[in-house]
């Protein structure tokens, strides 16, 4: 199946682009990162999925109506979340820094 057929198809099932799901998901996970972790936000930006810092701000910033920086100072004043969410990106990040 050719790219341009797998974004149809996924629209249809989802009524979502497939990028969009795409942006979601790294967000999510950054999220999960920033509340988790003491990693600075450049390197959550990669670890996540993004290529480049200033598309990560947006994206995030987009989807939570906040800056990273900002979540992650209102975050750490909130008791912490158990870690629930079973983000693969947050266990690669968490695998690195115990290297």
């Known amino acids: 199946?050719?790219?341009?057929?797998?974004?149809?198809?996924?629209?249809?099932?989802?009524?979502?682009?497939?990028?969009?799901?795409?942006?979601?998901?790294?967000?999510?996970?950054s999220f999960v990162m920033l509340r988790e972790t003491d990693l600075p936000i450049a390197d959550i930006c990669f670890a996540a999925g993004f290529e480049d810092i200033l598309h990560y701000n947006r994206r995030f910033k987009k989807l939570a109506e906040k800056s990273s920086e900002t979540n992650r100072?209102?975050?750490?004043?909130?008791?912490?979340?158990?870690?629930?969410?079973?983000?693969?990106?947050l266990k690669e990040a968490d695998t690195q820094i115990k290297q």
């Open 73 to 89: 100072s209102e975050e750490r004043t909130v008791a912490p979340l158990p870690a629930v969410l079973n983000c693969p990106v």
């Open 1 to 29: 199946m050719n790219r341009s057929a797998f974004c149809t198809f996924y629209k249809l099932d989802t009524e979502k682009k497939f990028i969009t799901f795409s942006n979601e998901y790294c967000v999510d996970c």
